[in-house]
């Protein structure tokens, strides 16, 4: 035989079959066990840190969120005063444009003006609807990247070593 296979021996851990080198008397010995106490304490280190990890990284997210939320509430409120002011404005001109063409004029004029105020009026609130769609669009996407990251974040997508870690803490 060869002198290189002399120095493996066959090891059975449990039905797990793997070769490993022979120990000689001279070797110094093996490294006792880890203290269970010292492993709980890492096991509740490595939880803690998770767990402000994933504090730190909601709390983001619940920022995000409001902020969003805040400024879609801050558009439909100017969208809601802007329509009130213009429906305002639009009462206060039909009636002095009514007053107008009963006292001087035929109606001409003030049929295209109250075209004009109308024609305006609904630009403004297509304008702030686009703008709430943004918005709404900003959203969707927001949720669409946490959901695609929650899914990258899982352990199955870490290295072998952090999968088993991960198991065995559970």
């Not at 280190?45 to 997210?61: M, V």
């Not at 009636?95 to 004029?105: E, I, V």
């Not at 199955?156 to 559970?170: G, Q």
Request: hydrophobic share 35%; proline share 4%; glycine share 2%.
């Amino acid at each position: 035989m060869d002198s290189t296979t002399d120095e493996w021996e066959l090891c059975n851990d449990d039905g797990f079959i793997y070769k490993r080198k022979k120990r000689r008397l001279d070797d110094p010995p093996a490294p006792q066990l880890p203290d269970p106490e010292a492993e709980d304490r890492e096991r509740r280190d490595r939880k803690r840190k998770a767990l402000l990890n994933l504090k730190t990284h909601y709390q983001k997210e619940i920022d995000h969120w409001d902020f969003l939320s805040n400024t879609l509430r801050a558009l439909q409120d100017n969208t809601h005063l802007k329509r009130h002011q213009d429906f305002r404005e639009m009462e206060s001109f039909l009636g002095s444009a009514s007053k107008l063409d009963q006292d001087t004029q035929v109606g001409c004029g003030s049929l295209v003006d109250d075209l004009l105020l109308q024609a305006e009026a609904q630009e403004a609130i297509i304008h702030d609807v686009s703008n709430l769609c943004d918005v709404a669009e900003a959203m969707c996407n927001a949720q669409e990247e946490w959901v695609t990251q929650s899914l990258v974040d899982l352990p199955v997508w870490a290295s072998p070593r952090e999968l088993m870690a991960s198991l065995c803490d559970e």
